[in-house]
Nanobody, 119 residues
Framework: QVQLVESGGGLVQAGGSLRLSCAAS????????IGWYRQAPGKQRELVAV???????SYADSVKGRFTISRDNAKNTVDLQMNSLKPEDTAVYYC?????????????WGRGTQVTVSS
């Protein structure tokens, strides 16, 4: 199993920046894709950004050019640098991993970290 622990959320003004970090432990060798999802009140959970073991990234259109995902396979961490934050980025952000490599059949989730962007 994989355990995921997020950190770095908080309150920031519109236009500001935050950096989220996710530390993975357990059977980390099995992780194929890892990344971030978010869920705003009353909305479904949505993909924000993910990165494959090979380093291929994918972003939601709403965050392209503002957010950057980075993965350190040696440290088993994945970070999300969020710049030019908007009030609509307010949500609980969840770290997610998919595996076992090369499949993506099994999902693991962290408990989430709150990001609040004030206008």
């Amino acid at each position: 199993q994989v355990q995921l622990v997020e950190s770095g959320g908080g309150l920031v003004q519109a236009g500001g920046s935050l950096r989220l970090s996710c530390a993975a432990s357990g059977t980390t060798y099995s992780i194929n894709i890892i990344g971030w999802y978010r869920q705003a009140p009353g909305k479904q959970r949505e993909l924000v950004a993910v990165v494959s073991r090979a380093g291929t990234t994918s972003y939601a259109d709403s965050v392209k050019g503002r957010f950057t995902i980075s993965r350190d396979n040696a440290k088993n961490t994945v970070d999300l640098q969020m710049n030019s934050l908007k009030p609509e980025d307010t949500a609980v952000y969840y770290c997610n991993s998919k595996g076992p490599y090369p499949s993506s059949a099994i999902n693991y989730w962290g408990r989430g970290t709150q990001v609040t962007v004030s206008s």
